[in-house]
């Protein structure tokens, strides 16, 4: 059964970092086109954050830009969110996503458990 796991997040100030993890089983990495992370909040539709690409260079959103950072380790099977100089803005639920890729959420069909990030003095 395919499954993502998700680690990390938490309370932190403004500026300061968090590092989440999504731990993928019954799949490799490289078996989908996308592993992506998304953010929701109480008040929006869940809304892409950043995407590792298997076939091409990772994808952005513009708010998150030079800010956060997608990575892969294939050994472990993994996939980090590095984010950086945190904002409150940033406060949410961040959920891993394997898929076809892109920003629509209905394209991936594996997801994890979400972790609730939240970005306050």
């Known amino acids: 059964q395919e499954h993502l796991e998700q680690s990390g997040g938490g309370l932190v100030q403004p500026g300061e970092s968090l590092r989440l993890s999504c731990a993928a089983s019954?799949?490799?990495?490289?078996?989908?086109?996308?592993i992506s992370w998304f953010r929701q909040t109480p008040d929006q539709e869940r809304e892409g954050v950043a995407i590792?690409?298997?076939?091409?260079?990772?994808f952005y959103a513009e708010r998150v830009k030079g800010r956060f950072t997608v990575s892969r380790d294939n050994a472990q099977n993994t996939v980090y969110l590095q984010m950086n100089s945190l904002k409150p803005e940033d406060t949410g639920v961040y959920y891993c996503a394997a898929g076809i890729g892109g920003w629509v959420p209905g394209w991936y069909d594996v997801w994890g458990q979400g972790t609730q990030v939240t970005v306050s003095s």
């Open positions: 019954g799949f490799t990495l490289a078996n989908k086109n996308a």
């Open positions: 590792s690409n298997t076939y091409e260079d990772p």
